[in-house]
T-cell receptor
Framework: AQSVSQHNHHVILSEAASLELGCNYS??????LFWYVQYPGQHLQLLLK??????LVKGIKGFEAEFIKSKFSFNLRKPSVQWSDTAEYFCAVNGYSGNTPLVFGKGTRLSVIA | NAGVTQTPKFQVLKTGQSMTLQCAQDMNHNSMYWYRQDPGMGLRLIYYSASEGTTDKGEVPNGYNVSRLNKREFSLRLESAAPSQTSVYFC??????????????FGSGTRLTVV
């Protein structure tokens, strides 16, 4: 069965600090990987995704993620966070065909303080 | 605006009561999903429908039933609500050809409290 582990439950950063959120997955095959963001009181929005090609993918709002196949990881990064990045971040995975439902990690809450 | 519409947005039920959460999408997507979100647990799949006329259990289906009424609508029913079903419920839709580019489209959620 697929599973996703997010290492940090709650991360607190000052504005302009760099961000890295960990995500590891377990799946016996080729995968598609996603990061979603949920701002307070809102629904999930797609931040970025990887399914093939360059393992370093760039998303919206300056976020990027790197797929490292040997480590089964897909960590999210941002060089300099802003207060508006305060949100919950979810890593998700499904099989390469895209036919299976997304499996989500438990989420990481990011709080950015001034 | 195109997207996924969920009703109601908030609901309080007494233990043992029944209710149906409604979900409709206007993007002509084939696949629809119901997830529940609980603090520290992330999103867990309850049921999904890969296409009109089919439904399958997800990770946490107990206590729920679903109906794919047509291509647009996918409802979630709680026959006898329990406090453990207090959660935020999200409906989502996707199209196989598009999911790798656009992911899932989520509704705004239904916050359900069972007392």
């Amino acid at each position: 069965a697929q599973s996703v582990s997010q290492h940090n439950h709650h991360v607190i950063l000052s504005e302009a600090a760099s961000l890295e959120l960990g995500c590891n997955y377990s799946y016996g095959g080729t995968v598609n990987l996603f990061w979603y963001v949920q701002y307070p009181g809102q629904h999930l929005q797609l931040l970025l995704k990887y399914f093939s090609g360059d393992p370093l993918v760039k998303g919206i709002k300056g976020f990027e993620a790197e797929f490292i196949k040997s480590k089964f990881s897909f960590n999210l990064r941002k060089p300099s966070v802003q207060w508006s990045d305060t949100a919950e971040y979810f890593c998700a995975v499904n099989g390469y065909s895209g036919n299976t439902p997304l499996v989500f990690g438990k989420g990481t809450r990011l709080s950015v303080i001034a | 605006n195109a997207g996924v519409t969920q009703t109601p947005k908030f609901q309080v039920l007494k233990t043992g009561q029944s209710m149906t959460l409604q979900c409709a999408q206007d993007m002509n997507h084939n696949s629809m999903y119901w997830y529940r979100q609980d603090p520290g647990m992330g999103l867990r799949l309850i049921y999904y429908s890969a296409s009109e006329g089919t439904t399958d259990k997800g990770e946490v289906p107990n206590g729920y039933n679903v109906s794919r009424l047509n291509k647009r609508e996918f409802s979630l029913r709680l026959e006898s609500a329990a406090p453990s079903q207090t959660s935020v419920y999200f409906c989502a839709s996707s199209e196989k050809r598009e999911v790798l580019n656009y992911g899932y489209t989520f509704g705004s959620g239904t916050r359900l409290t069972v007392v």
